[in-house]
């Protein structure tokens, strides 16, 4: 079974595919290609963005694009594996006390934000104050932000209180009131004192997408909404273009602090150790602009690729045959000089109900069997073989492939397919076909309609589908709600759906993520089902507090019972990624948490476009 992406890498390495990949000569001045040539990456989104304010956006889209524009203290390093920690504008690594309650770090001097008009003309350098106004952002009630949740429970004392204020009294926030929780101790050292041990703090302080630096300046000049269209930070690209769910320009920041290449990938790791003897020392980022069109079908975005309109895809499910047949790069590709990164990503794909919602919500004995019921009629199975085209393994729990906790090995009731249970659990709750149309009432006599949210394309459609099939195979009608991702991301911030399927990629190492989606002061927020138990929050804060270990890690198992007992969400798959790069793009490898890849690569015109 595929577990890490270092198997499929290693077994990559065993065909030549790293040599192939890692050996085209550099210039003399460190360009590959001609000299000054423009380089540009193209690549498409699968679906839309909402906008580029760090503290209001939820979407994996919008966080690929915010982490080129904003920077955290810490990163991901980019060819390490597994995965570590990294300073980035810190000067170091943190400082830790007090059992992991107080995180002190000292921010690098001479790093500046993009040149704007909001700074008057003038260089506006990072400070700590920066970090503390953004960490601010995410409490301001005016910015009903969705990671709110995540940002308070790990407890920086008193920001809290500001929040509370702001919504008591109706005023503004007030940014100037300092805190003890978040503060700059002088004008580069920034300091955290929380209310608990948080041991993977700093999986937070290195969310570029999320808690990059933001300049007060910026957001009082353009205004809290207005920053979403104008982003302002200090990282390696810059906005350039944009038109809505269309097409988004970032152009190379021009006055980006000299950062040179370098990681620390594992010392047997052939492709990370030829990619770093390649680059080392060249001066990031490499490529000028970075084009992203937004192509929601599949047939488009594989069709452009071969045409050599894109430098790199995530090969849609349906071609992988095509691209990738039995796991390895089809031989008409390789001719082409085309490259493959293939991995078990570190997500999950879920279904979940809205627990607000009259027909599927709720916990009591009917309501759990009727969404029990459901989940045992999914076949994933089937999904992973027609939908998927095998590129998925079935998820046993909310647990990511490669995060801490996740066991191959592990089987859960998440994962039965039994439509003869389901049937049962029905009947027995009295969901039962009453007036003999071959459909099932609710136990009141009232029509059972499952509403499912959907988007507009062929890949949703397949999904609509299946789901069709398996909930008529236990009498039960299904209504599609289609409208644009982005649109329907509202709708469940809001609570306006019954059911909606979506993925959920990791955004660190640690599973506490995760279990934020059905954390309860987290509905409207990350927890999009609204799903509310007292034992589950107080699982969930006790796992923050622990470090890594047997105690943290029945907590877990208690967590995913509960989930599994009451199905507020039913985990369908892990996917199987593929991305195929044109022989130009050099030294992309998908990053497993972080978002960031841009800085890191080249465009080596010399190699390409690929013959045919």
Same mark, same amino acid.
Not at 1 to 16: D, I, K, N, T
Not at 314 to 337: H, T
């Given at each position: ?16 595919l ?26 498409p ?31 991901? !390093? ?36 993009? *040149? ?25 009630p ?45 004008r ?23 808690? @990059? ?11 809290d ?46 492709e ?19 084009e992203i ?17 894109f430098?790199?895809v ?24 085309v490259?493959? !990164? ?36 999914? *076949?994933?199975?089937?999904?992973? *073989? ?45 969901y ?17 309609v ?59 190492? !640690? ?13 409207? @927020? ?6 509310r ?15 890594? @270990? ?24 892990h ?36 013959p045919?």
């Open positions: 079974m595929l577990q890490r992406r270092e198997v499929l890498v290693a077994s990559l390495l065993a065909g030549g790293a040599a192939a990949r890692a050996a085209a000569p550099q210039a003399e001045d460190g360009r590959s290609g001609s000299r000054g040539a423009t380089k540009v990456l193209r690549y989104f699968v679906a839309a963005e909402t906008g580029f304010d760090p503290a209001r956006i939820n979407d994996l889209y919008s966080r690929v694009v915010t982490a080129h524009l904003f920077e955290a203290p810490y990163r991901y !390093d980019y060819l390490a594996r597994p995965t570590k920690v990294v300073p980035n504008t810190a000067a170091d690594m943190p400082e830790i006390g007090d059992d992991f309650r107080t995180w002190t770090f000292r921010i690098r001097p001479g790093i500046y934000f993009v *040149d704007d008009p909001a700074f008057g003309g003038r260089p506006r350098e990072l400070v700590a104050a920066d970090y503390v106004y953004a960490w601010k952002r995410f409490f301001d005016v910015n009903t932000s969705p990671a709110y949740s995540a940002y308070k429970e790990e407890g920086a004392l008193g920001v809290d209180a500001l929040r509370d204020a702001a919504l008591q009294t109706k005023r503004p926030f007030d940014y100037d009131r300092e805190v003890e929780g978040v503060r700059a101790l002088d580069y050292t920034l300091q955290f004192r929380l209310a608990k041990s948080r041991p993977r703090f700093l999986y937070i302080i290195c969310d570029n997408s999320l808690y @990059g630096a933001v300049a007060r300046e910026v957001v009082q000049h353009y205004g909404a207005a920053i979403a269209e104008h982003p302002v930070g200090t990282g390696p690209f810059r906005l350039g273009a944009w038109r809505r769910s269309s097409h988004i320009t970032l152009e190379r920041n021009p006055g980006y602090r000299d950062l040179r290449y370098d990681a620390e990938p594992a010392a047997d790791d052939a990370g150790q030829a990619w770093l003897q390649r680059y080392r020392g060249r001066r990031l980022p490499m490529i000028d602009r970075v069109a937004i192509v929601e079908e599949g047939q488009p975005r594989w069709l452009s690729f071969l045409n050599d309109e430098d790199l995530e090969v849609p499910q349906q071609f992988i045959d095509q691209a990738a047949p039995g796991g390895k790069l089809a031989p008409y590709l390789a001719k082409r000089g490259t493959m !990164d293939r991995y078990a990503s570190p997500d999950r794909t879920l279904y979940y109900f809205n627990m607000d919602d009259p027909t599927v919500g709720g916990m009591t004995a009917e309501k759990v069997a009727l969404r029990r019921a459901i989940s045992l009629a999914t *076949d994933v199975r089937r999904e992973i *073989d027609q939908v998927r085209h095998g590129q998925a393994i079935a998820a046993q729990s909310i647990v990511a492939p490669g995060g801490w906790g996740y066991d191959p090995n592990y089987r859960s009731e998440n994962s039965v397919y039994d439509v003869a249970r389901a049937k049962a659990l029905l009947d027995i709750y009295g039962v076909d009453r007036d003999g149309d071959g459909w099932r009432e609710l136990p009141d006599g009232r029509p059972l499952i509403e499912y949210a959907s988007t507009p394309d062929a890949r949703s459609r397949e999904f609509d589908e299946l789901w069709k099939k398996n909930l008529d195979a236990i009498g039960v009608r299904l209504r599609i709600r289609t409208a644009q991702w982005p649109e329907q991301l509202k709708a469940a911030r809001a609570g306006q759906l019954m059911v909606w399927q979506l993925g959920y990629t990791a955004a660190s190492p !640690d599973v506490q993520d995760g279990l934020q989606l059905l954390y309860g002061p987290a509905s409207g @927020g990350q927890n999009l089902p609204r799903f138990d007292a034992r589950y929050d107080e699982i969930y804060r006790r796992m923050q507090a622990l470090p890594d @270990g047997p105690e943290r890690l029945a907590l877990l198992h208690e967590a995913l019972a509960i989930i599994t007992a009451y199905a507020p969400q039913k985990y369908n798959v996917r199987i990624v593929t991305y195929l790069m044109q022989p130009r793009l050099q030294g992309f490898r998908a990053p497993l948490y972080g978002n960031q890849f841009w800085q890191y690569v080249d465009i080596d015109e010399a190699a390409g476009p690929a045919r």
